[in-house]
């Protein structure tokens, strides 16, 4: 009896399996049949039939080489430096450099640890047509700035380092990829999904408690428990980058404001989702946001000098002083509702984040 069951199975696979292959061939000879038809019955240009299938079976984005393999293919060695420095930041300038004078960066982070996917992903701080927003006014200095003067904000806060020179080999090449990713895509300035995608900020302050929850579902697999990020064998180098600890952003960095924090956790976190299939809800994003910034990270000195006009300050910058009365705490962890209301109020200035 044991051994008629599987050949019982067997035939029945063969008997389904050719009744597949049957209606398989049925189709295909159908479908061929109907496409031959077609070009008689409608009146359809040869040419248009042709370009529809090659559109279908060949779309322009598959022709492209990835951005790996065009840096790879390029002969031009600023650019490829440039890819170099932002994806491998930490073994270019990082701490542990051998020349001193190449240690630029105070962490364990690279650019692409935030901006995501070669600088090239929507809503992942795509670096993208950045170059063609550049000079604009910025808040923090109250001035006008400079691409390069932006990229050093990142040095400084995100890096946790120090700033490079302008006219500096390692500062050009990094302008001269963000420069090149414009023409790799082909993108005006207003056609990117740039910075960060905004979510609907709950209406009440951060529950940590929640945040902690989350963190553990949901982040801790790769970031650690301790959230001081895997690192690799070689003791020096990160498979998952550090979320705080002395090997992360300093505490003047965007990352360490709660609502731009949730925004990027939301649309670009766990790691591999996109903007288009979040998984985690705003509630859970705040949350996990304001716990991950409550946790032990570098001080940057002569904080209290950011944002000289002090309206234009956002309103989860985590360190004063503040143009109003609201609490640091409440500038942390929220409820943030009251404090936009006040500013548009009394201000007539809408903040964002
Ligand atoms: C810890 C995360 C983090 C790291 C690491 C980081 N950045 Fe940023 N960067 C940000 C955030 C946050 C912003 C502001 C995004 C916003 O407010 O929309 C930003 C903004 C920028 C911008 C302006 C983007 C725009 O849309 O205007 C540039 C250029 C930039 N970073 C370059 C760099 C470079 C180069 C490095 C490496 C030396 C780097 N960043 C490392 C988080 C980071
Ligand atoms: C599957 C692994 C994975 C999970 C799960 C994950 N991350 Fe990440 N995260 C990464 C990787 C990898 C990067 C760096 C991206 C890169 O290098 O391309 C990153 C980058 C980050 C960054 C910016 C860089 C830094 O270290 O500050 C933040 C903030 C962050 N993750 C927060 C979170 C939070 C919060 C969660 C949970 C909701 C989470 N991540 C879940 C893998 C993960």
């Given at each position: 009896m044991a051994s008629e069951a599987p050949k019982h199975d067997l035939e029945k696979v063969i008997r389904s399996l050719s009744k597949t292959i049957a209606t398989a061939s049925l189709m295909i000879v159908l479908l061929v049949a109907v496409i031959f038809l077609s070009t008689f019955i409608?009146?359809?240009?040869q040419q248009q039939l042709l370009s529809i299938s090659s559109a279908t079976l060949a779309p322009e984005i598959e022709d492209k080489l990835s951005i790996v393999d065009a840096i790879d293919q390029s002969s031009d060695q600023q650019l490829k430096y440039g890819y170099a420095l932002l994806t491998q930041t930490d073994e270019l300038l990082?701490?542990?450099?051998?020349?001193?004078?190449?240690?630029?960066?105070?962490?364990?982070?690279?650019?692409?640890?935030?901006?995501l996917n070669d600088g090239a992903k929507d809503y992942g701080?795509?670096?993208?047509?950045?170059?063609?927003?550049?000079p604009q006014y910025r808040g923090r200095e109250d001035k006008m700035g400079t691409l390069a003067d932006r990229i050093n904000g990142c040095f400084t806060r995100s890096m946790n380092g120090s700033a490079l020179e302008v006219d500096q080999p390692e500062m050009q090449a990094i302008i001269t990829y963000i420069k090149w990713l414009d023409e790799y895509f082909e993108?005006?300035?207003?056609?990117v999904k740039k910075g960060l995608k905004p979510i609907e900020l709950?209406?009440?302050?951060?529950?940590l408690q929640n945040g902690a929850q989350v963190y553990t579902a949901q982040?801790?697999?790769?970031?650690q428990p301790d959230g001081q990020g895997l690192v690799n064998a070689d003791g020096l180098t990160y498979t998952y980058p550090p979320l705080?600890?002395?090997?992360s952003y300093n505490n003047?960095?965007?990352?360490?404001?709660v609502i731009t924090a949730a925004q990027f956790i939301k649309y670009?976190?766990?790691?591999?989702?996109s903007h288009e299939n979040p998984v985690l809800t705003d509630e859970e994003a705040y949350d996990v946001a304001g716990y991950m910034n409550q946790q032990k990270r570098p001080l940057r000195a002569?904080?209290?000098?950011?944002?000289?006009?002090?309206?234009?300050?956002?309103?989860?910058?985590?360190y004063g002083p503040y143009?109003?009365?609201?609490?640091i705490q409440q500038h942390q962890l929220g409820p943030f509702q009251p404090i936009i209301t006040y500013y548009e109020q009394t201000h007539s200035i809408k903040k964002k984040n």
């Open positions: 409608f009146d359809v240009p990082g701490p542990n450099v051998t020349d001193p004078a190449m240690r630029y960066t105070g962490n364990a982070l690279q650019c692409t640890s935030c901006h701080i795509s670096l993208v047509a950045v170059d063609l927003r550049f993108v005006g300035a207003d056609e709950p209406n009440r302050a951060v529950d982040c801790a697999v790769c970031h705080w600890g002395p090997k003047g960095a965007g990352m360490n404001r670009n976190m766990p790691f591999g989702i002569n904080l209290e000098k950011d944002f000289p006009d002090r309206l234009k300050k956002p309103v989860s910058t985590p143009a109003d009365a609201f609490s």
